[in-house]
């Protein structure tokens, strides 16, 4: 679950020690429960600064609304409240997975419009069969607050600017012509948009 918040700058310590000092008590988080703070690194002409994270197994999110909430949490929303404005919440489901996640800090994200799922989720996993990587790669369904047409989302782990911004030059010519054939048996799909974030802050 995701939430986007705009944070002036001067206000992001504020927010990240509000949240510390919430969490740094850990009857706060739930069991199996990770929340994450990412700061945008380039989102287009959206003045969303920050998106706030809740992540965890489908039966440990459900659990949280079961979680009981003391003093202490409307008093730190409260004071977030007054160091931020929200712009939108979104949930969704991770479908299928490769490499092992929170390893890197930074996260491309790529936001699309997919015609069939299971044909693009079948020529992603035949993709990364062939071309192996060692960073963590997601591709997952927009459950709520769905807009502009998006129906999933496809997530990619950077461990810095380089990585993200480079090509790689020892690039195989089966790793090549798997890419061709990925792209040609995904089926029809759309990147609405994508979107560069660098974690600030994790508690678990």
Same mark, same amino acid.
């Given at each position: 679950? %995701?939430?986007?918040?705009? !944070?002036?700058?001067e206000n992001e310590s504020t ?11 850990? +009857?706060?988080?739930? *069991?199996?429960? =990770? ?10 002409? *959206?003045? !969303?600064?920050?998106?706030?994270? !809740? ?9 949280? *609304? ?18 931020? +404005? ?8 991770? %479908?299928?997975? =490769?490499? @092992? ?12 419009h997919v015609e069939n799922s299971? $044909?693009?989720? #079948? ?10 990587? &060692? ?6 369904? !927009? ?15 950077? &461990? ?6 480079? *090509?790689?030059p020892n690039v195989t010519k089966? +790793? &090549?012509?798997?890419?061709? @054939?990925?792209? @040609? ?7 609405? $948009? =994508?979107?560069?974030? @660098?974690? #600030? $802050?994790?508690?678990?």
């Amino acid at each position: 679950m %995701d939430y986007d918040w705009h !944070v002036p700058i001067e206000n992001e310590s504020t927010i990240i020690q509000i949240l510390d000092d919430y969490f740094s008590n850990p +009857e706060n988080i739930p *069991s199996g429960i =990770t929340y994450n703070l990412y700061r945008m690194m380039f989102n287009g002409s *959206s003045d !969303v600064t920050h998106t706030f994270q !809740v992540i965890g197994a489908i039966d440990d999110l459900n659990e949280t *609304s079961n979680f009981p909430r003391n003093a202490d949490f409307s008093l730190m929303l409260e004071k977030i409240r007054n160091h931020m +404005e929200p712009r939108g919440r979104y949930a969704g489901r991770g %479908d299928i997975s =490769t490499g @092992k996640p929170n390893q890197d800090n930074i996260e491309y994200l790529m936001l699309d419009h997919v015609e069939n799922s299971a $044909k693009r989720n #079948a020529a992603a996993l035949a993709l990364w069969a062939t071309n192996k990587q &060692s960073n963590y790669r997601a591709i997952g369904t !927009v459950i709520s607050g769905r807009e502009d047409g998006i129906t999933h989302y496809t997530l990619v782990e950077r &461990s810095n600017l380089k990585d993200l911004l480079g *090509s790689d030059p020892n690039v195989t010519k089966e +790793e &090549s012509m798997a890419w061709d @054939k990925y792209l @040609k048996d995904r089926g029809e799909m759309k990147e609405i $948009k =994508t979107m560069t974030r @660098k974690l #600030a $802050k994790s508690w678990n």
